[in-house]
DNA sequence: TAAAAATACTCCATAGGTATTTTAT
DNA sequence: ATAAAATACCTATGGAGTATTTTTA
C-alpha cells in the first residue's frame, strides 16, 4: 500500500471517472487504473463498482476512502509543519550561560537576536563551564554560551569565538590604586588580589590572563561578581572584573573604581559551543555569524 | 514521502538505533539510514539528533512521529478491514425478488443459505421484474431473483438459471376437473382460465408456457397470487399457479385442487441476475452455484 | 461511433542489497 | 579496537509513460 495508491483511490472516489481523476492527479489514465487495480488486489477487496455508468464506491470502498481520507491528511500536516520549521532560526534553543557572562551580556545581545530572529526561542540556562558542558553531552542542553578555551578539547563540539573581553582593575574608590590611570597587575597582588571560588571559570581565567599561578589569601573568595564587587568597595581588597561586569557597575556603586590593566591582552574570550552534528548546528551558526557583528561596548573581535 | 519511510521513522523514534530499528523493519541498516535521511532531507527538517550517545528526536521529529504513528495505525486499520471484507461470502447483497417466487421459494433457500453462508446479508425486496431490472441499472439493487429469459436481453448482465418450476392447474375442489389426474390447457381455458394482471411477469410466462396468445375474460384478473387463488376456491374459474406457490396450498385451503398439466414442459424458468462486472459477482456465482444444488421439492434443474 | 477503462509494453527512478568508509566510544 | 552510522555502488522492482485493445453507451 502506498500513500499515492490513497491519493488515487480519494481521487477517483472523489471524481467518479477515471479520466478526470487522473487529470487532478496530474498522471495519465492508465497509470491511476493501473494503481487502483494494484491497490485492490492487494487488499483483495474490489473498492469500486464499474459497472454502473458513474464509477462508484463499494460499501467497503467507502471505509477505506475515509480512512485514506485521514491519511493523507494527516501526510499534508506532516508537510505543512515541516514548511514552518524549515527555517534554522525558526525553532527553540536551550542555550546554557555563565553567571559571569550572562546578567551582563545578553541585556545586551538578546534584544538584538530577537529582533533579527523574532521566531528563535532562546531557552537560558544560568549554569557554570563543568555543567554546562555535561548537559550538552546529555542533550539537556543544545549550546553553551562560555568563556574559551575549555579544558578538553571534545572533537565533537564545535566551539566558535565572539569576542575577547578585557579584565579591569577593581580598587575602593579611596584606595591609592584609584588614582592611577591602569593598573599593573603586582600592584593589584599587592593590594591584596582576591577572586571568585572555585567553580567559576572566571578564577582561572582572570589567573591566566595575569599569568599568575596562584594567590596567597585562599580564604578570602566570593561567590559571584556582585558579592565580589561588594566586597571590594567595603575595602576587604581588590579584585579582577570583566568588562561587561564592569560596565554596569559605574551605575549602581561610587564606592568601587574601575581602572585598565597595564599588561596587555589581560582578558578572556567567550564564544559560543554545540554538538558538531547537532540539529541546532545551522542555527548556532547564524547565531555565532550574527553575534561576532555585534559586539558589546569595551569589547574587542575575537577569530 | 513514502508510507515506508514513515515506519522507518517511527521504527528509529522506538529504538533509538539505527541497527535495531533496522531489524526490526526487516530491512538492512543502510536502507534505513538511506530511507531516514531521504526523508529529512524531502521535508527539509532534521527529525533525529545524531549527536547524541542514543540517537534522539528533534522537537519538530517528535511532532512528525506523532503523525506518522497515527498514518501508519490507520493504514493498518485498512489491511484489517480488507482482510475481513475479503472472503465474497461476508458482506451485504441487495437482491430484488419477485412477488410470485419470494413468500414460497425463500422460506425454503433461506435457511439453508443462512446455514452456509452465515455472514451474508440478503436484504430483500420484493418488486416485480421491471423494476428489479431498473433499479439494478442504477445500482439500488445489486442482483435479481426472478424469471427467465428477460424481455430484453442485456450483455451487461448475468444471468443464471436455478431451477424449472412446473405450472400446475388449480381448480375448484368440486368442478368437474379436479376429478382428473392431469388435466389439458385447452380444458383449462373451456373452464374459464383467468391469470395476474399485466405487470406480473406470470402471467406471460404462463401464457408462453402453455402456447397461448391470449385470454377472452379480460375482465378478471387477481393481484397477487394469493387473491387468485382464493378466487378459484370461489368458483369464479380455473388458473395456472407455479409449483411452489402451489405447494403451500395444500395446508391452507382445501377447496382448490391442484392438477399437473398434460402439456410437458409447461413451466418458467427461475435464476439468478446480477451485472456482469459488480463487485457482487463473485458472490453471486457462489451464491448461484449453491442455490442449484438446492432445489426446492416439486422443481427440476435447468441449466 | 465515440468515449471510457483496461491492457501491453517500455523506460527509468528508486528501494533495497552488499561492501566499505567514516565516525564515535 | 569496536561498534555504529554513513556512504558507494549495484540490482531489480514497479511507477509512470505511450500506444493499443476492449468494453460500454
Excluded at 477515471?18 to 487529470?23: D, L, N, T
Aim: proline content about 7%.
Amino acid at each position: 500500500m502506498t500513500l499515492q495508491e490513497l491519493r488515487y483511490v480519494v481521487a477517483l472516489a472523489d471524481a467518479g471517472h477515471f479520466g478526470h481523476a487522473a487529470e487532478a492527479c496530474f498522471v495519465s489514465q492508465s497509470t491511476l487504473s493501473t494503481q487502483i487495480k494494484k491497490l485492490e488486489d492487494y487488499l483483495g477487496v474490489a473498492l469500486f463498482d464499474r459497472s454502473l455508468k458513474t464509477v462508484t464506491l463499494t460499501p467497503a470502498g467507502r471505509e477505506i476512502v475515509d480512512s485514506a481520507r485521514h491519511i493523507i491528511e494527516e501526510a499534508n500536516r506532516i508537510c505543512e509543519f515541516s514548511k514552518q520549521t524549515r527555517d534554522p532560526m525558526v525553532r527553540s534553543v536551550h542555550l546554557g550561560v555563565i553567571p559571569t557572562l550572562g546578567p551582563y551580556y545578553l541585556p545586551h545581545a538578546l534584544p538584538l537576536v530577537h529582533e533579527q530572529f523574532p521566531k528563535l526561542r532562546l531557552l537560558l540556562r544560568e549554569e557554570m563551564t563543568p555543567h554546562v558542558l555535561a548537559h550538552l553531552n546529555e542533550g539537556k542542553l543544545d549550546a553553551g554560551l562560555l568563556a574559551l578555551p575549555l579544558p578538553d578539547d571534545n572533537p565533537a563540539m564545535e566551539t566558535v569565538p565572539l569576542f575577547s573581553e578585557p579584565f579591569f582593575a577593581a580598587v575602593p574608590a579611596d584606595h591609592p590604586l584609584a588614582a592611577k590611570q591602569e593598573i599593573h597587575i603586582d600592584e593589584l597582588v599587592h593590594a591584596g588580589l582576591f577572586l571568585l571560588e572555585e567553580g567559576h571559570c572566571l578564577r582561572k581565567q582572570a589567573l591566566e590572563a595575569c599569568q599568575l599561578e596562584g594567590l596567597d589569601n585562599e580564604e578570602i573568595r566570593a561567590t559571584s561578581l556582585e558579592t565580589l564587587r561588594q566586597m571590594v568597595g567595603m575595602g576587604l581588597g581588590v579584585t579582577l572584573i570583566p568588562a561587561l561586569a564592569g560596565m554596569q557597575s559605574h551605575d549602581v556603586g561610587t564606592r568601587v573604581a574601575l581602572r585598565p590593566l597595564a599588561s596587555p591582552g589581560a582578558s578572556r574570550i567567550i564564544g559560543l559551543i554545540w554538538r558538531k552534528r547537532s540539529p541546532v548546528a545551522p542555527t548556532m551558526e547564524a547565531l555565532a555569524k550574527f553575534l561576532k557583528n555585534k559586539l558589546p561596548p569595551g569589547t574587542s573581535e575575537q577569530n
